[in-house]
């Protein structure tokens, strides 16, 4: 995205989740989706796994991911995930939710990876939330379908059994 004061490149200051233009030393915070996510100005150049329609440049909690527009669905690096449901979980003000019941179906679904054109691993996610997510290990890519990120950070905090 180009700064609207001064038309210079602007960066992503994750520190402090806005954009920083190191030229005149702007900031802009993009407003938010309904999602949460702030869809950005550039579009990158892999496409939505399940539209197939280009991914748009997002951040979510001053983190960045790429976000289909049309299905709300997110593509995010494994790292940047972990950090992202910390933060949301940190945040919560809500009590939390009871989980959805987990289709087993969604296990069978074919899901590519937009970076490497293989096929992702799917699978339920080893976290609270019963969803399932799909993972590109190849690529340290995770996509996820609009709400499943909600009911991740949403859910009651998963405990191991064996602590």
Known sequence: MNCPNCGAAMRLDIGKECLACDYCGSLHFPEPEVDGVCVLDGKSELKCPICAIPLAEAMLSGRPLLYCERCRGV????EIFVEIIIILRARRT?????????????????????????????????????????????????????SELHQIIAAPEWHNEDD
């Open 75 to 78: 593509l995010v690096t494994m």
């Open 94 to 146: 809500q009590p939390p939710e009871s989980p959805h019941g987990f289709d087993k179906r969604d296990l069978k679904r074919v899901v590519v990876c937009p970076q490497c054109g293989e096929r992702m691993d799917t699978h339920p996610y080893a976290g609270p939330g019963r969803v399932a997510i799909d993972s590109c290990s190849n690529c340290h890519l995770n996509w996820l379908d609009h």
